[in-house]
């Protein structure tokens, strides 16, 4: 089985489904959230950009310490930085999948906050969860774009907003 490959076109196609998603982020609208629990707009469509980048990050590294200041978020104010971004990220991402190997999926990645061991993956299990992440947290951009009649992108197959009836 060609694992590797799998997942450098699964994260091309989720890239091109992110970038979709993007292009469409609307000006004016990056402080609404549906409900005072829910992330507002802009933070949601950064953290999505950012995860973008994470698949070069747990490939080049063996953990990420959130108590040792390991994670920056990003403070992005405008569509235009999120598609620059998103570029940036998916180049960095895709530059590193394509430098390893087969063998090297196995390798282990950790989350933590200080001491705590918050999630403990092979560098396989850590990509394919940020790629479950970034599906989840699109879908969440998804009906912040539907509750302001934004057409929703394709994602797998077409939406309501593309399909002709």
Sequence with gaps: METLQNLKDELQQE???TKR???RFPEGKNDYAPHEKSMKMMPLATHIVEIVGWPETILNTEKLDFAAG???PLNLTSGEELKEKLE?????SNAAMNQLSEDSLS???AMYMGDQLLADYSKYSAIRHA???LTHHRAQLG??????????PASYGPSA???NF
């Design 15 to 17: 890239y091109e489904t």
């Design 21 to 23: 998603f993007i292009d």
């Design 70 to 72: 390991d994670y920056k």
């Design 88 to 92: 940036e990220f998916y180049a960095q």
């Design 107 to 109: 390798g282990k990645w």
């Design 131 to 133: 790629l479950n992440q």
């Design 143 to 152: 009906v912040y774009y539907r509750l302001n009649d934004i057409p929703v």
């Design 161 to 163: 907003d593309e399909q």
